[in-house]
């Protein structure tokens, strides 16, 4: 019954890294959504992205980027990694519009750069 | 952009009710109010959401104020893997789509 699926649950990178974090949804949702957590900070979206091949920027951006070439994947890419990228890493999806629709949420994906 | 106030913290007895209140005083007539909650390590996930009536799920009731300004979320008889982060959300930005988190609820549920 799993909806929301990122690809790694668990990640050790190395300063400078280029990193990869996937997000497959398979509930033909038109938005999906990558959130970073912190400890005191709560939840904070990196990117969120509406239809194949947009997107748009959150909150935190910096550092960050996206790729959506297929509705139901959302990558999330860390260029160069450094330590304060560090968090756990959240995708979400939730079909298009104004109205009731729910987020939904996969497991997560804890990075840690050394 | 509507924003939401939550306590930092509750406890509450296992078997008993645990009532969850969030403060929305600037919430407009089409947002909706969500909540979800996060158990230590998991992604969030989805308890009730509503736009102005009260609402039941299986999970837990939602009751929303006539002015809209304010919601309590009712777990009816909590139990220790109710033991959460619990985020009240209103829904903002052009088209619906950005889901803001605030720090939330921390629900200890006692034995």
């Known amino acids: 019954d799993v909806k929301v699926t990122q690809s790694s649950r668990y990640l050790v990178k190395r300063t400078g890294e280029k990193v990869f974090l996937e997000c497959v949804q398979d509930?033909?949702?038109?938005?999906m959504f990558w959130y970073r957590q912190d400890p005191g900070l709560g939840l904070r979206l990196i990117y969120f992205?509406?239809?194949?091949?947009?997107?748009e920027k959150g909150d935190i951006p910096e550092g960050y980027s996206v790729s959506r070439e297929k509705k139901e994947r959302f990558s999330l890419i860390l260029e160069s990694a450094s330590t304060n990228q560090t968090s756990m890493y959240l995708c979400?999806?939730?079909?298009f519009g104004s109205g009731a629709n729910v987020l939904t949420f996969g497991a997560g994906s804890r990075l840690t750069v050394l | 952009d509507a924003k939401t106030t939550q306590p930092p913290s509750m406890d509450c007895a296992e078997g008993r009710a645990a009532n969850l209140p969030c403060n929305h005083s600037?919430?407009?007539?089409?947002?909706?109010v969500y909540w979800y909650r996060q158990i230590h390590s998991q992604g969030p996930q989805y308890i009730i959401h509503?736009?102005?009536n009260n609402e039941t799920n299986e999970m837990a009731s939602l009751i929303i104020t006539e002015d809209r300004k304010s919601s309590t979320l009712i777990l009816p008889h909590a139990t220790l893997r109710d033991t959460a982060v619990y985020y009240c959300?209103?829904?903002?930005?052009?088209?619906?789509?950005?889901?803001?988190f605030g720090p939330g609820t921390r629900l200890s549920v006692l034995p």
């Open positions: 509930m033909d949702h038109e938005n």
């Open positions: 959300i209103v829904r903002v930005g052009n088209y619906g789509q950005n889901f803001v």
């Open positions: 992205s509406y239809d194949v091949k947009m997107k």
């Open positions: 600037t919430i407009s007539g089409n947002e909706y």
């Open positions: 979400a999806s939730s079909l």
């Open positions: 509503g736009l102005k």
